[in-house]
């Protein structure tokens, strides 16, 4: 039987939590959710394969997530996707600088 990919989704907003959860569940991926950023720091420690990271969140924005989770030797190659309405091209730069492996535009 081959295992299931499991993905972390970081939001605060429950709707979107919710919505991404049963969407990725039809699919067939596992998922475990976090609710701001630093719930997300502690939930990594159940190896998600990619995580799904929103950006404005209280307690921690996932810029400062995925800074922190580049920099550890044991989660830097986890696949980050930064998942925001934020379409600047300040915000797409401050993805990649904290190390984000994809940023989509809003509208994709």
């Given at each position: ?46 190896a ?12 921690m ?48």
């Amino acid at each position: 039987m081959t295992k299931r990919s499991k993905i972390l989704i970081v939001d605060d907003e429950p709707f979107n939590l919710d919505y991404l959860e049963q969407e990725l569940a039809d699919l067939g991926y596992e998922t475990v959710s976090a609710a701001n950023g630093q719930e997300a720091l502690q939930k990594v420690a159940e190896a998600p394969d990619p995580i799904l990271l929103d950006v404005m969140m209280p307690v921690m924005d996932g810029f400062t997530v995925c800074h922190i989770l580049k920099e550890n030797d044991e989660t830097r190659l986890i696949p980050v996707v930064i998942m925001t309405a934020l379409g600047a091209v300040e915000d797409r730069i401050k993805g990649i600088e904290a190390g984000a492996d994809d940023f989509p535009s809003p509208s994709r």
